[in-house]
């Protein structure tokens, strides 16, 4: 299997989350979450999807973490606008990952089916900048599988995205994100 | 020199009273709302009392409880938290973490941010220096709200707990929250920056149930068990830990500065800790109190305390009065001693009492006193007390031997009673009855050997002045005079200057006086009530019942701290706030019903206390540091018109109609909700200010104009400088009532009325033209059928009729006579404006027999009327049928029909003949056909049709189905 740098980067973060993993306990992991944003700005909309969403979350910590490929979203309007998104705000050869990396507030009983609202603690890194953030979202779990969803607000100005003023009508100074993903339980 | 002195003998009886607290009031709840538990209390800028309950959020105005709804009816919310923002919005924070702002305007709104809320119960809110609005969780640890984004604070972040009982802001601007583990000093300026203060910095314990900021922004800290801590944020450190093993769990805890800390507890009641003399006590006046569990506490901007316990009632006291009841006989003078006691002269004993350990009140008789009646005591500088008594003169008490001193030697000390004294930088003055003023020169001890040097004032002038009332300290160590019958005096080097008489109107006896911070000297007199004596500008003034002074029957006056007089009265106390003019009252609130004043007998203490005896009762006032609310706070809480409640915020503009109008407002006075009184007025429609106990206030069918409608509280029926409040609106005038309006009635009158005449005009003309119109049909019909042409055609005619039936006569007579009736039909016809069809179709069919005798087969008419029945005007038909016979060839080979007949409607007569125009176009005036048109104009609104091709001529006339 290839091994993608988006990969390597949520092992650091759990690493980082201070997992202590004994042989028993299990990880909910996922490779192929949906991660959509959308930038609806005066003169342009920028809006994209990326179905490589990796994501862990550690029942034993509460601790959860999310990461993407820049280079993975597809769906804009157009390769220039692509290209521009990319390289002239994100800068994703630059900074080709952004990241999220927190706790649940909420007790939440994994092993019990059900629904639950929470809220995460952590730190979003995104443009290589990081902010402590509090993101709510939404848990169910269900036979061993877990489905999470969210959606938050980046400011690109906490990200010090730095946008010319001539093309601040392009995008917009808040950015939604909407992230939805499955995780499987793995040993 | 000598002195007797007699020896006491140690026999204490000593009696226990009660101990010396508030007057503390249940308030009365509503039995609809008796079942919730009430949470807290909290009191907002505009004075309004809140309550948070198991059930939602309350406000109490001191007589009603009123609940504010939870938006989306979510009823059964617990409010756990109150706080006022800087901006005046009041933040509700519930059990399970819903968090609300309110106003008047919107109610309680739902605060929706994109972190989302907390799951857990809100224990605090606080808004820092920067504008950061701060919120403690039971579970979830702090957050911070910086204006865009809320930050958490948790263990993860260093917190020592994440269950936070209690948070508070220090001189700093640092948030302080109480935990289990101790407290956290916490910033928040971008970086999450957490301080721990732990058993380790000498906090007595480390779970902390409540803190607050004094008013230098230093800390007092409770811990769960019986400790108090004192936090210095200057030096950055606790500085003192008081305990008490008898208090137990500490719930809450509230101070008034720099006098007293008031402490909740766990199912133990109420404490009290004395920053005065640092002694705990508990709370014993209230029974149900006395075990209760405390959920919270609130010092309110009047001055009292309120208590809210799991007993589901309210209990407020107002705290600078504190009473104690002392059955020993009548009470005639006390003194407060440095040593914390207390000497109290009866008519028939000299006691000490003093507080124990616990708050309890104790007190003894002194046996063995060489008098039993005192007048008068005060302290000296060795703790020896001068008695003023009334059966045996001056006399001295020294506590640390427990003797009695008598002045035998000096008849006038021994035999004259002694009313009034006070000792001041060595001297002692007396007011005696029979010998006057005097002033005794202390050297030394008394009672150490100590010399007197004795000088009897005499008045200057010679006049004698015999009987003063009270003689109290005056600058320059000399003393003010009350005297009976000679008003105001003072001593001046051994003399007695007597001010010039005030105007001040009655004898002038003066029975008490005092002196206020501002140099003023205050005194009563039985006639004028309180009066005011400036020094400087050797002015009096008096203060009676009209400027609000409550009774005549005044027996001590005395200033406060503040400069604030007290005044002691059969109806309770008085406080007269002097640069406004202000009285408040107290009796039944702070315990005095039926007060049983005594002269004079008042003192202060080393403290500033002022201790008022009255006969069976000690009354102790401590004047609070704090700024307190004079007058109750007036508020407009709801104003409806038209039985709909508006937002007066906004509105201020209603049409006409909406002339009903209802003011609903409150004077919260929590002190003593009942006294209080309501004047309002609306300006523009009363001409004076009404009175009133109601809250509410109506005027209905209010004409059109502005209004200001002004409303003010008092608690002491006097209304001379009490806040307003006030809402100005309009009523706007009726619609038709305004200028634009008149203006466009009038230019449609005026525009109708020309109307009217132009179309009278119009009609006129049109009947003018009517009658000119017919009468020229006539005229050209007559004179057509009179055309001599016509005629001579006829003549012709009747001559070829004649020659061709010699031998029947009937023809030629039969078409004489048609001609006849022909000529007769015209006639009768030319003044009829409308025919029957019939009528016209028979004079017609005459005039066809007329010309059928000259054209015979050639001229056909058919006419084919299928009854329609209708009018049309005279002669028409036979106009018609004139002119086509005058227009077109008729001969054998070219024979002409004019056929007459309905359309299907039966809307229209139509004639209508072939056309074979003759060659030699007949000259033709056209008058014919087109007066029928003209014709046609004026009396019908259907025209008439001329259809002309090749073949055919057609002429449609409307019929008129109705003739007027």
Known sequence: MLIRPSDIVLSVMLTGMQLTLTAQEALFTGKTGIIHFKSDAALEIIEAESTQLSGAINPATNGIAFSVRLNSFHGFNSSVQREHFMENYMEATKFPVATFTGKIIETVSFAVEGQYDIRVKGILNIHGVSTERLIQGRLVSSRGVIEVSASFSVPIKEHDINIPKLLSQKIAETIYVEIEMVLQKTE | ?964
């Not at chain 2, 009290?272 to 919270?296: C, I, P, Q």
Request: negative net charge; glycine residues 6%; aromatic residues 12%.
């Open chain 2, 1 to 964: 020199m000598r002195y007797s002195f007699l020896l006491t003998i140690f026999f204490l009886a000593i009696s226990r009273f009660h101990a010396m607290e508030p007057h503390f009031v249940a308030r009365e709840i509503d039995e609809a709302y008796a079942h919730l538990n009430i949470n807290l209390i909290f009191q907002d800028h505009n004075c309004m009392i809140w309550l948070g309950t198991s059930e939602g959020l309350m406000q109490f105005t001191g007589s009603r409880l009123i609940n504010i709804p939870f938006p989306d009816s979510l009823s059964a919310l617990s409010v756990t938290s109150l706080y006022e923002d800087k901006k005046g919005t009041l933040w509700a924070g519930t059990k399970t973490g819903q968090i609300f702002h309110y106003d008047v305007k919107q109610g309680l709104v739902f605060w929706k941010i994109e972190e989302g809320l907390p799951k857990v119960r809100i224990t605090g809110f606080l808004e820092d220096a920067n504008g950061q609005f701060w919120i403690g969780t039971y579970g979830e640890g702090l957050y911070v709200y910086s204006g865009a984004r809320l930050y958490n604070f948790n263990r993860d972040d260093g917190l020592l707990d994440n269950d936070i009982y209690t948070i508070s802001l220090d001189g700093k601007g640092r948030i302080w929250a109480g935990t289990d583990n101790g407290v956290n000093i916490c910033s928040f300026n971008g970086k999450k920056q957490i301080r721990p203060l732990t058993v380790k910095d000498g906090l007595p314990d480390q779970i902390v149930s409540s803190i607050i900021a004094d008013l230098q922004g230093n800390m007092w800290i409770t811990s769960y068990e019986n400790d108090i801590a004192y936090y210095d944020t200057d030096k950055e450190q606790i500085t003192e830990v008081i305990s008490d093993a008898g208090i137990g769990q500490i719930t809450c805890i509230t101070y008034f500065e720099d006098l007293e800390l008031w402490i909740g507890t766990e199912g133990n009641g109420i404490w009290r800790y004395s920053t005065e003399n640092r002694k705990f006590k508990k709370v014993r006046g209230v029974e149900a109190l006395l075990n209760a569990k405390v959920n919270d506490l609130l010092k309110d901007v009047e001055g009292n305390i309120w208590v809210v316990s799991e007993t589901n009632t309210l209990h407020t006291a107002f705290r600078p009065f504190e009473t104690l009841n002392i059955p020993i006989g009548n009470i005639q003078s006390i003194c407060a001693s440095s040593q914390e006691q207390l000497w109290i002269g009866t008519d028939e004993g000299f006691y000490k009492a003093w507080e124990d350990s616990s708050g309890i009140w104790l007190h003894h008789r002194i046996p063995n006193a060489p008098f039993t009646s005192v007048a008068c005591m005060s302290e000296d500088e060795f703790g020896n007390v001068w008695i003023g008594s009334l059966d045996n003169g001056l006399c001295v008490y020294d506590p640390s031997t427990q003797r009695f001193y008598t002045f035998e030697r000096f008849e006038n000390l021994r035999m004259n009673p002694v009313i009034s004294l006070f000792i001041e930088n060595q001297t002692l003055w007396l007011a005696t009855l029979g010998r006057g003023v005097m002033k005794i020169h202390l050297t030394g001890d008394i009672t150490q050997g100590g010399d007197m040097d004795i000088t009897t004032l005499s008045a200057n002038g010679g006049g004698s002045h015999n009987f003063v009332f009270q003689v109290i300290p005056k600058e320059g160590y000399e003393a003010w005079l009350a005297t009976d019958g000679a008003g105001l005096a003072f001593t001046q080097r051994n003399h007695i200057e007597v001010l010039p008489r005030s105007t001040i109107e009655g004898p002038n006896t003066i029975y008490s006086l005092t002196h206020d911070g501002s140099g003023h000297i205050w005194f009563n007199t039985p006639d004028s009530g309180l009066v005011e004596y400036d020094v400087d500008k050797n002015s009096y003034r008096a203060l009676s019942i009209d400027e609000g002074l409550r009774s005549m029957n005044i027996s001590a006056v005395v200033s406060n701290t503040k400069g604030e007089i007290l005044i002691v009265h059969n109806k309770g106390i008085d406080i007269l706030i002097p640069e406004k003019r202000h009285f408040m009252y107290f009796d039944d609130e702070i315990g005095l019903e039926n007060p049983m004043p005594v002269l004079n007998a008042v003192c202060k203490d080393a403290s500033g206390n002022i201790w008022i005896g009255l006969r069976d009762k000690l009354v102790k006032y401590s004047a609070l540091r704090e700024d307190l609310s004079i007058h109750p706070r007036t508020r407009i809480e709801h104003v409806s018109v038209n039985q709909k409640p508006i937002d007066f915020y906004q509105n201020n503009r209603f049409p006409a109609h909406q002339n009903f109008f209802a003011f609903d407002y409150v004077g919260l006075w929590y002190t003593s909700p009942a006294s209080v009184k309501y004047q309002y007025i609306l300006e523009g429609h009363d001409l004076d200010w009404k009175e009133s106990h109601d809250h509410l206030a109506i005027y209905s069918n209010l004409k059109h104009g502005k209004y200001n409608f002004r409303v003010k509280a008092s608690e002491n029926k006097f209304f001379y400088d009490e806040p307003l409040a006030e809402y100005a609106f309009e009523i706007r005038k009726p619609f038709w009532q305004y200028r634009w309006f008149i203006a466009l009635a009038t230019l449609c009158v005026v525009f109708l009325v020309y109307q009217y005449i132009k179309n009278r005009e119009a009609r006129l003309r049109r009947i003018e033209m009517l009658n000119k119109e017919n009468i020229e049909a006539q005229f050209r019909a007559l004179k057509a059928q009179i055309n001599p042409h016509f005629l001579f055609n006829s003549f012709n005619t009747l001559i070829t009729i004649i020659d061709e039936n010699t031998d029947n006569p009937n023809v030629p007579i039969e078409y004489v006579q048609k001609l006849a009736d022909f000529y007769r039909s015209i006639l009768q016809y030319r003044e009829e404006e409308a025919i029957s069809i019939p009528e016209e179709i028979t004079l017609v069919k005459n005039y066809y027999y007329l010309l059928q005798q000259r054209y015979g087969e050639n001229l056909r008419l058919d006419v084919d009327l299928n009854g329609t029945q209708g009018f049309i005007p005279p002669l028409t038909l036979q106009m018609l049928v004139e002119n086509a016979v005058k227009h077109n060839v008729i001969s054998k080979s070219k024979p002409l029909t004019i056929k007459i007949h309905s359309n299907n409607k039966s809307e229209y007569l139509v004639v209508e003949n072939n056309k074979q125009k003759k060659l030699s176009e007949v000259p033709s005036t056209k008058f014919g056909l087109q007066s029928i048109i003209n014709r046609y104009e004026v009396i019908s609104d259907k025209k008439v049709l001329v259809e002309e091709s090749n073949e055919s001529f057609k002429v449609s006339i409307p019929i008129i189905k109705n003739i007027f």
